[in-house]
Each structure stands twice: as C-alpha cells, then as structure tokens.
C-alpha cells in the first residue's frame, strides 16, 4: 500500500510570485485535506476535497485555493506569496468509511524571501 | 471556538512512562487522536479515541479521555530515545471536515 506524497520537497520563491504544491494520496482514500504548519506550531487547516469538490475550508484567504483530479491527487496553489506564507505544507488523505483518521504525507517546505 | 491546549515541554529518563497531557474545549468532539512528528517529517497517526470511550490501550501507548473536564492524556511506557519527538494532540469536532491541532509537546528522553 502507498502512502501519501508529496512535492516538491523544498522550495524557494520570492514575495508576490505564485506556487503550485502537490499531494498523492494513500491508496483507496478519496478525501484529501491541506494543512499550513508554522515554525513552532501545530498544523492550521487551509481546506479539504472530496470527490474533486471543495468540501470545507479554514481560515484562509481566497489566494489559496486548489484542486482534485478523478485519481484523488491534489494541488494546492497559492498567489502573491506574501513572507508569512513560509511553512510546512501537509497534505492528509482519508477514507469517509473509516473513523476520520488522517494520514499524513511528509510535507513541503515553502520558504518565501 | 475550538482550542486545543497542550503543554510546551517534557522530559523522561529511558525506561520511565511519559504522560503527555492535552485539554480541548469543544464538548462536540467526537474523535480525539495523537500524532507524532520527527524532524523534518510529517506527521504520524499513533492512535485515536472516540468521544464515547475513556480508555484506549495500544502496545506502549495507553489513551485517556477525561469527557468532563475535557482531559486527553497519552502515555508512553518505557520511553525510549526512539520516543523523542514531538507529539500533538488533535481533535475532530461534531461534524466538521477538518482536525484542530495543538501546538505540540517536545518530548525529550534522556539517557
């Protein structure tokens, strides 16, 4: 069984620019959540989708936003990088069967100077 | 609003218990989990209990839920310098979609 991916692994970009993060999720889960995780604290959750819809949200600006392809995979994107956006970005995938445990994927790291 | 509070710090000698210890204010929890995070990784399910238990034993992990006082502690028996991470504690509240986390205890076992 494959667990949950992501990429890339670091990355870099400068304030204002825009950013694309990607997430596979575990094999037979449907339902993938983004979390933003700030040095020091706990993961924020940003939204989550299933069945290739937004199915709730946190509280987040519209510059973030994403997408579910059929295969479950998701992008997170997020526009006019601001410097405060700089954290770990944690994909989770779950079953709607199961008792709502996330798996998490091992995180991308966004620096934004 | 929904708050989990966790405290900031532990350390154990190897081969004591740990009992990490966290409190939530929304009575609407349903499941309650603990996850582990090593450096530079994400993040790892240890275990989960539901709102309506107030006991969970797995292997070295023993969960408590204290609904009243809304108390979820998690202890670790004979740490081991493996155990060194931090753990936060997290909850799914009513219906809701996502987990709200604490802020995550470091725990540290010491030689």
């Known amino acids: 069984e494959t667990g949950v991916t992501q990429s890339p692994t670091h990355l870099i970009k400068t304030r204002g620019q825009q950013v694309t993060l990607r997430c596979s999720s575990q094999?037979?889960?449907?339902?993938v959540s983004w979390y933003q995780q700030a040095l020091g604290q706990g993961p924020q959750f940003i939204f989550q989708?299933?069945?290739?819809?937004?199915?709730g949200r946190g509280n987040f600006p519209p510059r973030f936003s994403g997408l579910q392809f059929p295969n479950y995979s998701s992008e997170l994107n997020v526009n006019a990088l601001e410097l405060d956006d700089s954290a770990l970005y944690l994909c989770?995938?779950?079953?709607?069967?199961?008792?709502?445990?996330?798996?998490f994927g091992p995180g991308t790291r966004l620096t934004v100077t | 609003g929904e708050d989990v509070e966790q405290s900031l710090f532990l350390s154990v000698r190897e081969g004591d218990s740990s009992v990490i210890n966290c409190t939530y204010t929304?009575?609407?929890?349903?499941?309650l989990y603990w996850y582990k995070q090593e450096p530079g990784a994400g993040l790892q399910l240890l275990t989960y209990?539901?709102?309506?238990?107030d006991m969970k034993q797995d292997q070295r992990l023993t969960v408590l839920l204290n609904k009243k006082d809304k108390h979820l502690s998690l202890r670790i028996a004979d740490t081991q310098t493996g155990d060194s991470a931090i753990y936060f504690c997290?909850?799914?509240?009513?219906?809701?979609?996502?987990?709200?986390f604490g802020s995550g205890t470091q725990l540290t076992v010491l030689p």
């Open positions: 989770a995938s779950s079953s709607p069967s199961g008792n709502y445990e996330q798996y």
């Open positions: 094999s037979g889960h449907n339902t």
């Open positions: 209990i539901f709102s309506n238990m």
């Open positions: 989708y299933y069945r290739e819809e937004e199915n």
């Open positions: 997290a909850e799914r509240a009513g219906s809701a979609r996502q987990l709200t």
């Open positions: 929304d009575s609407s929890s349903t499941y």
